[in-house]
């Protein structure tokens, strides 16, 4: 049977703003409060998703959350009406505003952890949302993205998903952003990597000193007991602790991986040859040869791959075998990075040709090609049991284009997410496309 891997890539929403909210995350803290356009950033994505998909690969797409998210408002505290509860946030604690207003969700990468039939016990497309309980605002996306999830991958007999892991420090998910699969081809069973930054339980492991380590080792481990997996069919290891401290606050940052093939920087993990020898043992077992590609610190040092996010880059199959990585812009525009990828695809390796595009607007919250996409490997008939709302074609592409031009605005500051009318604008817009994306009712506004 025929398989695939689908990229859903999440459509930025409406309010998509600079809020400085992510500590650890360079680009996040050095725009914030800078102005955004949403129009742009939602426009930007599409465009990504359509290239994709008129490349030949299969392409889907990911709903955004309400914004402001009233509910997590009046959790807090705060009452009255829905303007009420914006306008006293806005007075009394602009950072919960801002909070509750982040388009984080954009970036699905974090949406959830994925495990495809060929791995799992019960031979079925495992999801896990994820927690993000390091940052508040994250920590409130994960009951909508369920609730998205759910209406996308309905069909039981295919598709099994688990609540996100308990809301703690200790178990600190933050999804597919640090975590791969290698395999031969995406039918068969392959080899799980969940990378994690601390142990929240062995003091044995070491931990950066700086900025938090988003992702422990038993919120990977409980990720992988819920899907049912192997453990002749799962490797983890832990990021470098320093590498944390630069900037590195997902391992996506630092390594891709797809097929049977790793690219990653040379100071990305801790203990890296065992790793590499755990995955090239295991994959061997299911029969894949495992191919590694470090890319030397003489060559691009950490800073540079934090600024020009070239390991948050798709690595993705073409049909002779051979791999395309998608970068972002800030890539052509490092030397030494463009100088390296010229390097890499030129030299008759496995990566062959590399594709440039322009998200400036994710790629100044920290978000390149990759954190926006959420890979999910499927044979033919799970494909045909997805929601096919979410599935990119020429004219949902128009659609949504259509969307985005009537309901985003091109400038958002502070002073706009103060402003009651935003919340309205943004409920009228998304209730259209639960219905272009045939998801029925997923929102706040629309179930409570
Ligand atoms: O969690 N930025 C996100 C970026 C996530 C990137 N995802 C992956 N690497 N997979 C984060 O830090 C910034 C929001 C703000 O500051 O407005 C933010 O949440």
């Given at each position: 049977m025929k398989s695939y891997e689908v990229n859903f890539d999440g459509l930025v929403g409406?309010?998509?703003?600079?809020?400085?909210?992510?500590?650890?995350n360079v680009a996040s803290q050095s725009n914030s409060q800078q102005s955004s356009n949403p129009k742009e950033a939602a426009l930007q994505g599409l465009a990504k998703m359509k290239a994709l998909m008129d490349m030949g690969f299969q392409q889907g797409v990911l709903a955004p959350q309400e914004r402001p998210d009233v509910v997590a408002l009046r959790r807090l505290g705060f009452a009255g009406s829905d303007a009420q509860v914006i306008q006293q946030a806005a007075k009394e604690a602009m950072p919960l505003l801002v909070a509750s207003c982040?388009?984080?969700?954009?970036?699905?990468?974090?949406?959830a952890t994925v495990s495809p039939s060929a791995d799992t016990a019960d031979g079925r497309v495992h999801f896990t949302a994820a927690?993000?309980?390091?940052?508040y605002h994250r920590s409130i996306e994960h009951p909508t993205t369920s609730r998205v999830l759910g209406a996308m991958f309905a069909n039981p007999h295919h598709f099994a998903h688990h609540a996100a892991l308990p809301a703690v420090a200790q178990f600190g998910d933050e999804g597919a952003a640090n975590h791969t699969r290698f395999c031969r081809a995406y039918g068969e069973a392959g080899v799980e990597f969940f990378v994690f930054?601390?142990?929240?339980?062995?003091?044995r492991y070491p931990a950066p000193?700086?900025?938090?380590?988003?992702?422990?080792l038993e919120a990977s481990q409980a990720v992988a007991r819920l899907h049912g997996l192997r453990e002749e069919g799962v490797v983890y290891a832990q990021q470098n602790p320093s590498v944390i401290d630069q900037?590195?606050?997902?391992n996506d940052v630092i390594a891709v991986g797809n097929g049977e093939v790793l690219f990653y920087?040379?100071?990305?993990?801790?203990e890296a040859d065992k790793m590499l020898a755990e995955l090239s043992s295991k994959l061997a077992k299911v029969g894949g040869k495992f191919q590694s590609v470090c890319v030397p610190r003489s060559a691009v040092t950490v800073d540079d791959a934090v600024r020009?996010?070239?390991?948050?880059s798709q690595l993705l199959s073409r049909p002779d075998g051979s791999m395309l990585l998608i970068v972002p812009e800030e890539c052509r525009s490092n030397e030494r990075v463009w100088q390296y990828l010229q390097g890499l695809t030129g030299a008759?390796?496995?990566?062959?040709e590399v594709k440039v595009f322009d998200l400036k607007q994710s790629m100044q919250n920290g978000g390149g090609p990759a954190c926006l996409r959420l890979r999910v490997a499927l044979n033919e008939t799970e494909l045909a049991a997805v929601?096919?709302?979410v599935i990119m074609t020429a004219p949902l592409y128009d659609s949504l284009t259509q969307w985005v031009e009537r309901h985003y605005r091109d400038r958002m500051t502070e002073n706009d997410l103060a402003d009651p009318q935003l919340l309205l604008e943004c409920r009228a817009a998304l209730d259209e496309l639960t219905q272009i994306l045939k998801l029925g009712s997923v929102y706040p506004f629309q179930i409570n």
């Open positions: 409406p309010t998509h703003n600079y809020g400085g909210l992510s500590y650890g982040s388009a984080s969700s954009m970036w699905v990468a974090n949406a927690n993000l309980n390091c940052k930054g601390r142990s929240a339980f062995d003091t000193q700086k900025y938090p380590a988003r992702q422990t900037g590195v606050f997902h920087h040379e100071d990305a993990f801790l020009s996010y070239l390991f948050n008759g390796g496995v990566i062959r929601n096919s709302g």
